[in-house]
């Protein structure tokens, strides 16, 4: 059973900064692509980056060159680095795994999902 774990989010000041990090497990994930999404109250889930097996990534226009989306495949781990963070930047943020190959664990499969509040 495929498992996601989120952690890292919390309180921070505006220019501040946090790291979040969302886990699997449960199987060997051989092809997938991890997004981070984030939503905020009245407002739609927004996509705010994402990750490929290999490496490839995609920010969107509100956090390119303030985020940076990382992985550890050893850990089946993936990292959003989060600095000079803004107000806006507040909301709930939850990761998705969509894993394509291994056939048998090919789906979506979602994290809990993290606060992040950006306050002074």
């Known amino acids: 059973q495929v498992q996601i774990v989120e952690s890292g989010g919390g309180l921070v000041q505006p220019g501040g900064s946090l790291r979040l990090s969302c886990t699997a497990s449960g199987s060997i994930f051989v092809l997938y692509r991890v997004a981070w999404f984030r939503q905020s109250p009245g407002k739609q889930r927004e996509l705010v980056a994402d990750?490929?097996?290999?490496?490839?990534?995609n920010y969107a226009d509100s956090v390119r060159g303030r985020f940076t989306i990382s992985k550890d495949n050893a850990k089946n781990t993936v990292f959003l680095q989060m600095d000079n963070l803004q107000p806006e930047d507040t909301a709930a943020y939850s990761c998705?795994?969509?894993?394509?190959?291994?056939?048998?664990?090919?789906?979506?499969?979602w994290g809990q999902g993290t606060q992040v509040t950006v306050s002074s």
């Open positions: 990750i490929t097996r290999d490496g490839a990534t």
């Open positions: 998705r795994w969509t894993v394509t190959w291994p056939t048998s664990v090919s789906g979506d499969y």
